[in-house]
């Protein structure tokens, strides 16, 4: 490589939960540099997963991170040609990759979704998540389906 990596930036946690990852999130889910909408929107999201989830011991945030864990995929499969052939090669995830393609997905399949609000429609999703369906934990299964299939040609990994 020519130029030196760029520096990592340094994420304040957020004003409420005092999380980095929530502040992650919030960057995903922003537009157009909208942050303090873009907060409402996850803090209304998590009020009605709590109203939802009425009867579970967790916070909405404990609720929140393990629906993320749910949609967390461990393997993805990424192309790489070798003689005049593409293969579907098998690799294991970078755990900061992680953690952003699972809040891409997240926030991906709940603006799919058919609902009035932004904020139903991400509450909708996490619930969903938390309970092992959904498109987001649907996607993350077929990512591991993929890599389970072309398993044989792991030894390409580069």
């Known amino acids: 490589m ?3 990596k760029p520096k990592k930036r340094q994420i304040l946690p957020d004003p409420v939960f005092g999380e980095k990852k929530v502040t992650k999130f919030v960057n995903h889910l922003m537009y157009d540099g909208k942050k303090s909408t873009a907060f409402k929107i996850f803090y209304t999201a998590l009020d009605k997963v709590k109203t939802k989830l009425a009867n579970e011991t967790k916070s909405p945030v404990e609720i929140w991170k393990q629906a993320l864990d749910n949609i967390t995929p461990l393997v993805e499969v990424k192309s790489r040609r070798i003689g005049g052939a593409t293969f579907q090669v098998p690799t294991e995830i970078r755990p900061d990759r992680k953690e952003s ?39 993350k299964e077929d990512m591991h389906r993929m890599a389970e299939a072309n398993r044989a040609f792991a030894h390409f990994r580069f």
């Not at 699972?102 to 509450?123: C, E, H, P, Q, T």
């Open 2 to 4: 020519r130029k030196a």
């Open 101 to 139: 393609i699972s809040m891409k997905n997240l926030i991906s399949f709940s603006r799919k979704r058919n609902g009035k609000s932004m904020s139903d429609k991400l509450a909708a999703e996490i619930v969903d998540a938390f309970n092992n369906q959904g498109s987001a934990f649907k996607r």
